[in-house]
């Protein structure tokens, strides 16, 4: 990953940090996009700290597409290039459809789902200039099993596997792999806005027994990101400690 220049939207905090920080510790530029300018510095004085110099980041809200343009051509005219872009922003807004307001509705579409054509769109064009690309959307457990009180959340979530599927088909002849990773529930601050016994009631459906770690979703996706993993191109990997196998 020397040389490699990797974007990763929602980079500061929880699966995108951890992300972020793998691809740090492969030597990669990583510039991690986050929309609050406190998020942004904790996450590069945190980095800096621990010694990586090649940290950096862009307050950038992924549900404006002009935002996304311009964050996108300050990174090509300083870096000329982005190899790798990890489309991993996303929010929660659970509750059930009867008491959803069309603000959840449309709140949560336009992080998780117009952010992957408000990003992909700028990078795409210089992928296939330098005809090489890896981009790695992320899903989640529930867009296959669906869940209590996420029809916004699971909706957007399916939908990022049909654009991974579709977009793979339109760069399979350019070396650009897209492909989708599907986490489970992963200790994060995204499992906070979930009541305590809830929670807990799906712990114990999980074969493994336990929420996941960060970590265990970062390193697969470093290994997608890799230039050996040319063949894996429209796959979504499942880690969800066994909660839904299909
Ligand atoms: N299954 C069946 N019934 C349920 C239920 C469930 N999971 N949750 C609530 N109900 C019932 C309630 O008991 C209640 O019944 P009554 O009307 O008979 O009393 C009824 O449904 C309505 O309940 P609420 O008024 O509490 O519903 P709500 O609109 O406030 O929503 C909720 C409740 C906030 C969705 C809550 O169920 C919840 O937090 N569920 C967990 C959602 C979840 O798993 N989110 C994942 C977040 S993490 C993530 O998304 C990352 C990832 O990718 C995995």
Redesign the pocket.
């Known amino acids: 990953m020397k040389n490699k220049t990797v974007l990763v939207t929602g980079g500061t905090r929880g699966i995108g940090a951890a992300i972020s920080k793998n691809f740090l510790e492969q030597n990669a530029t990583v510039i991690a996009v986050a929309t609050s300018e406190k998020s942004c510095s904790k996450w590069l004085t945190e980095m800096q700290q621990a010694g990586f110099k090649k940290a950096e980041t862009k307050i950038c809200d992924v549900a404006d597409f002009a935002a996304c343009q311009k964050m996108v051509a300050s990174i090509i005219t300083k870096h000329r290039r982005v190899d790798v872009l990890i489309n991993n922003a996303g929010i929660?807004r659970?509750?059930?459809l009867?008491?959803m307001t069309k603000e959840n509705w449309d709140q949560v579409l336009h992080i998780n789902l117009d952010s992957m054509f408000n990003v992909t769109k700028p990078v795409l064009d210089i992928m296939l200039e330098h005809n090489f690309g890896r981009i790695i959307n992320l899903s989640?457990?529930?867009a296959q099993k669906g869940?209590?009180?996420?029809t916004n959340?699971a909706a957007t979530?399916a939908g990022i596997h049909g654009f991974t599927k579709s977009l793979a088909l339109e760069t399979a002849r350019k070396n650009i792999t897209v492909n989708t990773v599907s986490?489970?529930?992963?200790n994060t601050e995204?499992?906070a806005?979930?009541?305590a016994e809830?929670l807990a009631k799906?712990v114990e459906q999980v074969p493994v027994g336990r929420l996941g770690e960060v970590d265990e979703v970062a390193r697969v996706i470093t290994f997608l990101a890799a230039v050996e993993s040319g063949y894996i191109t429209g796959s979504n990997v499942s880690i969800n400690g066994g909660l839904h196998m299909y």
């Open positions: 929660t659970d509750t059930s009867k008491k989640s457990v529930n869940q209590f009180g996420q959340y979530k986490p489970g529930y992963i995204m499992m806005d979930i009541p809830i799906i």
